[in-house]
């Protein structure tokens, strides 16, 4: 049975990939979808351990758009640095704040460090002024790590 839903889950993902590699912006709610599809995948392998806050009205997803994958990118970012365990576990919040969507995770390094060429939040960085005009943010304060992605809101 879990064979079968992380197959599912995991072609879905392929799916939205590969139907919006030529969209320059989707609705943040088909963005949020395909999200809830790739932590699907998540939670398959690090159970309760992962924990994921959506903390604002979903009506709201109607009225912005977003670069394709660009949450997907904050997601495997958080996933790939931190040490995430039942010992250890990371809770991921989704805020929509002043225009913006705001991804934060708590920061656990991992023990063996993995190397990181940091071309995901550059790249995304990037794809965002072509796109928008307007770069993302990324840093870390504390121990929580945000990405700050401005939206492009859909005009009445």
């Known amino acids: 049975m879990l064979a079968f839903e992380f197959t599912e889950n995991l072609a879905e993902v ?8 030529d969209q320059t912006l989707v609705l943040l709610d088909d963005e949020l979808e395909f999200t809830h599809k790739y932590t ?5 392998r690090f159970g309760q351990s992962l924990i994921i ?21 904050a997601f495997e970012n958080a996933v790939k640095h931190n040490e995430i365990s039942e010992k250890t576990p990371m809770q991921i919040d ?8 705001v991804i934060s995770n708590s920061m656990r390094e991992r023990k063996t460090r993995t190397h990181s060429s940091k071309i995901g ?4 960085d990037e794809r965002f002024r072509l796109v928008t005009g307007k770069g993302i943010a990324a840093g870390a304060a504390g121990n929580k790590f945000t990405v700050h992605f401005p939206l492009t809101p859909i005009s009445s």
Do not use: A, E
């Open 94 to 101: 989704v805020d929509l704040l002043d225009g913006q969507l």
């Open 14 to 21: 392929y799916r939205y990939i590969l139907s919006q590699k």
């Open 121 to 124: 939040l550059k790249n995304l």
């Open 40 to 44: 699907d995948l998540l939670h398959l």
């Open 53 to 73: 806050k959506k903390r604002f009205n979903g009506t709201v997803g109607k009225d912005f758009l977003i670069p394709p994958t660009s949450v997907f990118v």
